[in-house]
T-cell receptor, first 114, second 118 residues
Framework: GQQVMQIPQYQHVQEGEDFTTYCNSS?????IQWYKQRPGGHPVFLIQ?????EVKKQKRLTFQFGEAKKNSSLHITATQTTDVGTYFC??????????????FGTGTQLKVEL | NAGVMQNPRHLVRRRGQEARLRCSPM?????VYWYRQLPEEGLKFMVY????????ESGMPKERFSAEFPKEGPSILRIQQVVRGDSAAYFC????????????????FGNGTRLTVT
């Protein structure tokens, strides 16, 4: 079945440093979504990328979708303590009409120290 | 506008008992998904339902686990004869529609039910 891996599994940074998490799928994706889960909380949708090579920005967050639609990245510039949490990518393989199952990546847990 | 409501928030069961987890999707959403999350791990897909139909249950164990989403009322994830390995956070999510071409509707998650089996 489809597998979605993320690296690194954990990342500790000093406040103000940059952070990047990478997402790799074993199969080509129709789209990729990113979610953030705060400690003790639930996943919250951040963004969706659909087109090959697409880049989207949300303030200090930059999201990329690879040309082959099998990988993606999330980059945070100048991290803040509010960025703490686990970031998950999630993708759907191919186009199956009514199929809407998302496979989540393994997640990257970000800790930000003052 | 209420979000996805899950209850109970915490559930403790002894081995062999039954666990029932409830999920009310966001208003207007007819697609419900259940995911399981172990501590420090990712979200594992269990089942995808629409009203009165199971669309994809490929992630659900064949035994002891069942899910439903009746015409009226919340979606229910039922675990019979729980074992310690069932201890996890169970998240329900809903979306407004399935896929339209290559675009998926975002998932809106509930706060989860933390199941502890003693």
């Amino acid at each position: 079945g489809q597998q979605v891996m993320q690296i690194p599994q954990y990342q500790h940074v000093q406040e103000g440093e940059d952070f990047t998490t990478y997402c790799n799928s074993s199969t080509t994706l129709s789209n990729i979504q990113w979610y953030k889960q705060r400690p003790g909380g639930h996943p919250v949708f951040l963004i969706q990328l659909v087109k090959s090579g697409e880049v989207k920005k949300q303030k200090r967050l930059t999201f990329q979708f690879g040309e082959a639609k099998k990988n993606s990245s999330l980059h945070i510039t100048a991290t803040q303590t509010t960025d703490v949490g686990t970031y998950f990518c999630a993708g759907r393989s191919g186009f199956t009409g009514g199929g809407n199952k998302l496979t989540f990546g393994t997640g990257t847990q970000l800790k930000v120290e003052l | 506008n209420a979000g996805v409501m899950q209850n109970p928030r915490h559930l403790v069961r002894r081995r062999g008992q039954e666990a029932r987890l409830r999920c009310s999707p966001m208003k207007g959403h007819s697609h419900v998904y259940w995911y399981r999350q172990l501590p420090e791990e990712g979200l594992k897909f269990m089942v995808y339902l629409q009203k009165e139909n199971i669309i994809d249950e490929s992630g659900m164990p064949k035994e002891r686990f069942s899910a439903e989403f009746p015409k009226e009322g919340p979606s229910i994830l039922r675990i019979q004869q729980v074992v310690r390995g069932d201890s996890a956070a169970y998240f329900c999510a809903s979306s407004s529609q399935a896929s339209t071409g290559t675009v998926n509707s975002p998932l809106h998650f509930g706060n989860g039910t933390r199941l502890t089996v003693t």
